[in-house]
């Protein structure tokens, strides 16, 4: 006999059965992602300008010793 | 032509290898003496006292013969091609019953790693394997693998670093710091090979516009393209760009099991710039964990969100500590902090500092450090579930495989077998990046309380994409299989141990 197993599954099964399992999908949830989301884009923007003055600045530089 | 063994234990070697070369490579007495004791016995001082060196001669190097073949050979002067290999063992050995398998059963779990002798006077350090096991002072974790060797006709192991000095005119520092780092990844892992020095020279040939021998160096840069030529996703940082975060970007890393190619140089007042590569750190003490302040983010958003919610937050890469260092200078495993890197150098190396470093990444991880801290600490502070007020966290950030982490937390105990089996059953990529949340109280215990997953594959940061998995505050959030968004589920973790399979420490429990 073909058995499927998948302990995952039947624990969320059991926390929906408690009313322990909820989404992340109300208009506060929403409202910090969107405000996260643009943080994060803005810290993007200044990683990449280090990024490449990090580039930039290596070039100047020859280890010999 | 027969293989002749020397004998001698540590206190000797000096005499023994000053013999080797005098025997061996028919150096001239005063010259070997001198070259014996300045190049080999800062090694042997390092070494436990109860250390027994065996030399084997007549010993064909791989790297010296490919330096000799495209290098020495063209020279008037007459190299010899052999070299010698010193094998390391902790106790005596008897010789004559090395033959017998119940006694090299007995005694192979001695052997300490091994030393190349090569016939260029005074560079005679050549390669090296040594366990830290072999040190008198080896309070220090760091990356390392199982590199294969012999003694007397039968096969070895050793689990260490790879090392070697340079001979300044086929390999400088900068040469030398590729080829231990391609040493390492490719006994470690089966998408890399090693590489000699003509390979190093061959492949840096389609962008150098000058002769390559004798070497004169290399540019960070060069040392970026060989690395990427070699397989890796290569990331340059330098200090001026990341300040503050420069060094505890070099800790992540580290702690992440990736050794680093370290750039040190005092441009442009001096002229020394020098490669080292960074394989570890000292073992961290509770006292270290108490002397840890809490982070002040120069993030204004991050700091405002500390300071709102009454937080207490601790980064584990700010950790006063010392690192340890492969430099090609000096003997195995040399330690140092990252703000006096060259400290146990002469005076004129002392204004020396750390500026670059160069991370061989998997090509496939596309999330790196930076973002990754940053993405962590912003989705605490400011996300859909944002922490509990007045909280108190040390967090600790490494990428690892997703591999080794499942293989570590299925068979850890004081895991909560729920989560457990909901992070065992999570589909991940090879590489992932984790941030276990601790407390100074807990991380003294070498637990947590709190673990964080990102997908290092997944640089799209919009929508928490790189999130998989996420257990605080008594619930744990992962992303919905198919349609996208977070699930919470009531699911309470308690403290568990630290996963500690990145980086290996030989007394620390």
């Known amino acids: 006999m073909i058995e499927r197993i998948n302990k995952s599954e039947e624990i ?21 992602m969107l405000k996260l989301n643009e943080g994060l884009l803005e810290d993007r923007r200044e990683f990449k300008v280090k990024e490449k003055n990090s580039f930039t600045a290596a070039s100047k530089v020859i280890l010999t010793s | 032509m027969s293989i002749s063994i020397y004998k001698a234990p540590i206190a000797e070697g000096v005499q023994l290898v000053t013999r080797l070369l005098i025997d061996e490579f028919n ?131 050793v689990e260490a670093f790879p ?23 490719s006994n470690r892992y089966p ?14 040939n389609k962008i150098t516009t000058e002769r390559q021998i004798p070497s004169r160096g290399l540019s960070i840069p060069q040392l970026s393209f060989a690395l990427r030529e070699f397989g890796f996703g290569t990331r340059i940082y330098f200090r001026d760009e990341y300040n503050e975060d420069f060094d505890r970007l070099i800790s992540t890393y580290i ?25 570890g750190h000292e073992n961290i003490s509770n006292e270290q964990i108490d002397n840890l302040t809490a982070y002040t983010f120069s993030n204004i958003e991050i700091q405002n969100a500390i300071v709102a919610g009454g937080h207490a937050i601790y980064d584990y890469d700010a950790i006063s500590k010392e690192f340890i260092f492969i430099d ?9 902090e990252l703000n006096n890197p060259t400290i146990h150098y002469m005076p004129s190396w002392h204004t020396c500092a750390i500026k670059h470093f160069i991370v061989p990444l998997y090509h496939k991880i596309y999330l790196e450090a930076v973002e990754v801290k940053n993405f962590v600490i912003k989705f605490l502070l400011l996300g859909p579930e944002p922490l509990s007020a007045n909280s108190n966290l040390l967090i600790k950030t490494f990428l690892t495989s997703s591999r080794s982490f499942k293989d570590g937390l299925s068979l850890e105990s004081e895991f909560d077998s729920n989560v457990k089996e909901i992070i065992l059953g999570l589909s991940l990529p090879k590489f992932i990046w984790v941030s276990e949340l601790s407390t100074k109280t807990l991380l003294k215990e070498k637990k947590a309380q709190g673990l964080i997953i990102l997908d290092a594959t997944e640089p799209n940061i919009s929508f928490f994409k790189p999130l998989i998995f996420a257990a605080y505050n008594d619930f744990i ?33």
């Not at chain 2, 992440?256 to 020098?274: A, M, R, V, Y």
Request: charge should be negative.
């Open chain 1, 12 to 32: 969320r099964a059991e926390l929906v059965r408690e009313g322990k399992v909820s989404f992340l999908d109300q208009p506060e949830h929403n409202e910090a």
């Open chain 2, 27 to 157: 150096i001239e007495p005063f010259h070997a003496e001198t070259v014996a004791t300045q190049e080999a016995k800062p090694h042997f001082d390092k070494y436990l006292d109860t250390c027994v060196i065996f030399a084997e001669s007549g010993y064909v190097d791989r790297v010296f013969r490919d330096s000799y073949y495209h290098y020495y050979s063209s020279k008037l002067a007459n190299y010899k091609r052999d070299c010698i290999r010193l094998s390391f063992f902790e106790g005596d050995l008897d010789l004559s019953r090395w033959r017998s398998s119940d006694y090299f059963n007995e005694v192979k779990s001695n052997y300490r790693g091994y030393m190349i002798l090569r016939p260029v006077i005074p560079f005679i350090i050549g390669r090296s394997a040594i366990s830290p096991k072999l040190l008198k002072d080896n309070n220090f974790q760091i990356c390392s693998t199982t590199l294969q060797t012999s003694f007397n006709g039968t096969k070895l192991s």
């Open chain 2, 163 to 185: 090392h070697s000095s340079q001979d300044t005119e086929t390999i400088s520092c900068a040469e030398t710091t590729l080829w231990a780092i391609m040493e390492y990844f």
């Open chain 2, 191 to 204: 998408d890399y090979t090693s590489v000699l020095p003509s390979k190093i020279h061959y492949t840096l």
């Open chain 2, 255 to 279: 702690e992440s099991g990736i050794p680093l190619i370290i750039g040190i140089d005092n441009f442009p007042t001096g002229t020394i710039g020098h490669a080292v590569i960074c394989v």
């Open chain 2, 328 to 336: 090609d200078n000096f003997p195995s495993y040399q330690k140092a």
């Open chain 2, 477 to 509: 959030l992962t992303q919905k299989a198919i349609e996208g968004g977070i699930e919470k589920k009531v699911l309470p973790l308690p403290h568990f141990k630290c996963f500690i399979n990145n980086l290996k420490a030989i007394n620390y429990d």
